[in-house]
């Protein structure tokens, strides 16, 4: 039997094999809301323009809504034979009021249709990350003014490096996730403009008025060229991009929170809430959660690059090639959102091991920078040969298996007679980090006035949501 909403060109039925393949049906039908409002926008201006009649309208507004309330309370059955979810609402629609459904389609194409839906299904989804990410951001902050001053070792190739603070540390994820943020935004900024109105890819004879459709679906404007309208998801790529550096930023953190729990490292706690156990092991805690987190990278990543190939060498306008673009940007967001939630949990779950880190801290040598600056500070000494300098009493300390804050002032004036007891304040790691109070650097009292901030504006932010 051939498929009615092709029309009279063709007389038999798809072999199975080719409904199998065409259908999206089991995929784009979560496109369902976004397509009946294009749809009811959409009717709404072919009665404005003298194209259809208002009680035609209001017919066809009236049965969509009644299928839309029959999609949310599971109702509505989807046809795999009717492809996807435009021609499962269209056929719907004329089952319910007849003829005046079968208008609906007058001055569009499923072209259009679908480039629409799909805009404002991601315009829906940058809203909702962006809202999941400020709260990690608040999480986030939280924890760090708590930890405005816990000492903790600072890394540099996975080596101690210098004292810093766990707030300092959690702060620098706020402000990636800020970025983070500030990429989705922009995403949506460029994706706000309405493809309805291009339909198939030349445009229409009929006398439409793109600018209302545009406004009724909240769209800054209609897109200025119906062959790029329907030919391009840029759009799409663009929001995959981004998301793809949010969640690489989101591993990072979950690949620390993974070190940290390990005992090597032993810096945070997670309660069982965000680990599991072993079947064998009765003494094991695994940072699942961080794990997991970390691998659906891959997914979200993966879909970028997925859609890249899709969309990669295509002719103008439309291909059925671009069909296999939402099912993979669904997953990618969904997955986002899932990792964003996990890491959100495990913030405000985890707990630092605060005398841990103290005295990771305080290995390493990681004052040594502190030292040198004391000789240019103090002694007047270059900084190149002040490096010289502490590097020799590294050494030093290093062959007598004591730190620099216990190597005793004697022996390090045999490496330099300008050394004197005043050294001995800048040796420790809360002086260390006590002294980096230039702006944006880990001093407990910038990091405090940084969180503050921050908390403070995202505060308002969920208050306004």
């Not at 009946?36 to 072919?46: D, E, F, P, T, V």
């Not at 991009?241 to 945070?268: P, Q």
């Not at 040598?365 to 004391?374: C, H, N, V």
Request: charged share 25%; aromatic share 6%; proline share 4%.
């Amino acid at each position: 039997m051939s498929n009615t909403m092709w029309g009279g060109r063709f007389a038999g039925g798809p072999a199975a094999v080719m409904e199998q393949i065409n259908a999206s049906i089991g995929f784009d039908k979560r496109l369902a809301p976004q397509d009946i409002a294009g749809s009811k926008a959409h009717a709404r201006m072919l009665a404005a323009t003298g194209i259809l009649s208002p009680q035609d309208a209001d017919k066809i507004c009236s049965g969509l809504d009644t299928i839309l309330s029959e999609i949310e309370a599971g109702r509505f059955e989807f046809a795999r034979s009717l492809e996807d979810v435009h021609m499962n609402v269209e056929q719907a629609l004329k089952d319910r009021i007849g003829e005046p459904g079968g208008r609906l389609h007058t001055a569009r194409s499923r072209n259009d249709q679908v480039a629409t839906d799909f805009k404002l299904y991601l315009r829906d989804k940058i809203d909702r990350t962006g809202q999941t990410l400020a709260l990690l951001q608040l999480v986030l902050a939280r924890k760090a003014l708590a930890h405005a001053a816990t000492v903790m070792p600072g890394y540099t190739h996975l080596q101690v490096a210098q004292p810093i603070t766990f707030g300092h540390h959690l702060m620098a994820y706020v402000e990636m996730i800020a970025r983070d943020r500030g990429r989705l935004e922009d995403a949506r900024k460029r994706l706000n403009e309405c493809p309805l109105g291009a339909a198939a890819l030349a445009g229409t004879s009929f006398p439409i008025d793109r600018t209302m459709t545009a406004a009724a679906l909240g769209f800054d404007r209609p897109t200025a060229n119906s062959l790029d309208s329907v030919a391009d998801r840029d759009f799409a790529l663009e929001t995959l991009a981004a998301a793809t550096v949010a969640a690489l930023h989101l591993g990072r953190l979950a690949e620390e929170i993974v070190l940290w729990s390990t005992a090597e490292f032993g810096f945070v706690r997670l309660t069982d809430a965000f680990t599991t156990g072993s079947s064998i092991m009765p003494q094991k805690r695994n940072p699942d959660a961080a794990e997991l987190a970390r691998a659906k990278i891959g997914r979200i990543a993966g879909a970028f690059q997925g859609l890249v190939l899709v969309m990669k060498g295509l002719p103008l306008a439309y291909s059925k090639d671009m069909q296999e673009d939402k099912e993979q940007t669904f997953e990618a967001i969904d997955t986002l959102e899932l990792v964003i939630a996990a890491m959100t949990g495990m913030i405000d779950d985890l707990q630092p091991n605060v005398e841990r880190m103290r005295d990771a801290a305080m290995t390493g040598y990681s004052t040594a920078t502190d030292l040198a600056d004391w000789l240019v500070r103090e002694a007047g000494v270059p900084f190149r040969d002040a490096h010289g300098i502490t590097g020799r009493i590294v050494a030093l300390a290093e062959g007598k298996g004591l730190r620099l804050d216990e190597l005793p002032l004697e022996l390090m004036r045999t490496v330099d007679p300008r050394i004197n007891s005043g050294v001995q304040k800048v040796l420790t790691v809360e002086s260390s980090v006590a002294s980096r109070t230039s702006y944006g650097g880990t001093a407990p009292q910038s990091v405090r006035k940084m969180a503050s901030g921050w908390i403070k504006r995202l505060e308002k932010e969920q208050g306004a949501i």
